[in-house]
């Protein structure tokens, strides 16, 4: 092979390699902005953000509402109210959150809507929670002096842990509902799909409810 063809070749070959590098790259960077490409309102939120609500609360109630979120919440006789938020947003920075009228809401600079993804934290145990999520897990621990925990769950698994309380109301579409070492007065409990499950807990009165799946107590 003559030296200009072996050059040519050698060029080809190169710029093939590079061309089949950068379409590596490129379907990565693709496929990691369609796996964390969020739609909210036909708006589509391809960027993460995370921040953290650590602010005196002397309100007696909290509500949390989202559409997709996980929700782990763990109460504490002192606890200031110390919340990790994970959400997504049109651009970044875009989004601001707060607490406002007892409820975690947000603005944001392009008028865009925001969406809450993950709640993890401390609350006083002494706080009425109203938690409302269409899918995703909820966790709540140590409420020892709460008056109400309501949760409402489209597709989800509800936990609830070591409470004390005046009444528990939990409502899955699909999902367990699971009740661990608590004292309640009174708990309405009702799964569509998903079946209860109580483990060291007393219960004054009782309103549950099983589309298809059973309770099961020990």
């Known amino acids: 092979m003559k030296k200009s063809n072996l050059a040519k070749a050698v060029v080809y070959g190169f710029l093939l390699l590079m061309t089949m590098t950068s379409c590596k790259n490129i379907a990565k960077f693709m496929n990691n902005v369609v796996e964390h490409n969020y739609v909210e309102n036909g708006v589509k939120l391809a960027y993460e953000g995370e921040t953290v609500l650590d602010v005196p609360y002397t309100d007696t109630e909290l509500y949390i ?22 959400y997504q ?3 970044p920075r875009d989004a601001t959150f707060m607490i406002e009228n007892r409820k975690i809401t947000y603005y944001t600079k392009s008028g865009k809507p925001a969406s809450l993804k993950e ?24 409420m020892k002096d709460s008056p109400k925990i309501s949760v409402n769950c489209g597709t989800a698994s509800v936990d609830i842990q070591n409470c004390s309380l005046d009444m528990l109301e939990a409502n899955t579409g699909t999902g367990n509902i699971n009740v661990t070492s608590c004292t309640i007065n009174t708990a309405t409990l009702e799964t569509g799909t998903g079946n209860i499950n109580l483990k060291s807990t007393q219960i004054e009165k ?6 298809t799946g059973g309770v099961n107590e020990e």
């Open 119 to 142: 709640v993890i934290g401390n609350v006083p145990n002494s706080l009425a929670l109203n938690i409302d999520v269409g899918t995703g897990n909820v966790e709540v621990q140590k």
């Open 206 to 211: 009782r309103n549950f409810s099983t589309g």
């Open 89 to 91: 947003e049109y651009k």
């Open 65 to 86: 509402d989202s559409d997709v979120a996980k929700i782990s919440l763990q109460g504490g006789p002192d606890a200031p109210l110390r919340l990790k938020l994970c």
